[in-house]
Nanobody, 127 residues
Framework: QVQLVESGGGLVQAGGSLRLSCAASGRTFSNYAMGWFRQAPGKERDIVAGISRSGTSTRYADSVKGRFIISRDNAKNTVSLQMTGLKPEDTAVYYC????????????????????WGQGTQVTVSS
């Protein structure tokens, strides 16, 4: 199975941008649908964006539509989250997750469906 390592988090002012990356080990990255989730203090872990194994299907939380873009590069075993127009309410720990065995175009927004999780990266947006 793959292991996931996130990077790219940090402190940014409201309106700014960040790009999160998730590097996956192993040779079977294309067998996994991928997702980005986030968890703020005292809150549940929520979906931010998901992408299918093929990379052609994506889904977003309503709160980030039009501001965030998820993408993947199966040749480089990476999935990224480009975040623009950041708001203080985007402050959270962001997690990369992998779901094994889905169809090529399936995108999951349910945390319980994901098998493997990264350690998380902190994103802090100041007002």
């Amino acid at each position: 199975q793959v292991q996931l390592v996130e990077s790219g988090g940090g402190l940014v002012q409201a309106g700014g941008s960040l790009r999160l990356s998730c590097a996956a080990s192993g040779r079977t990255f294309s067998n996994y649908a991928m997702g980005w989730f986030r968890q703020a203090p005292g809150k549940e872990r929520d979906i931010v964006a998901g992408i299918s194994r093929s990379g052609t299907s994506t889904r977003y939380a309503d709160s980030v539509k039009g501001r965030f873009i998820i993408s993947r590069d199966n040749a480089k075993n990476t999935v990224s989250l480009q975040m623009t127009g950041l708001k203080p309410e985007d402050t959270a720990v962001y997690y990369c997750a992998a779901l094994f065995g889905s169809t090529l175009y399936y995108v999951s927004t349910f945390a319980h469906e994901y098998d493997i999780w990264g350690q998380g990266t902190q994103v802090t947006v100041s007002s």
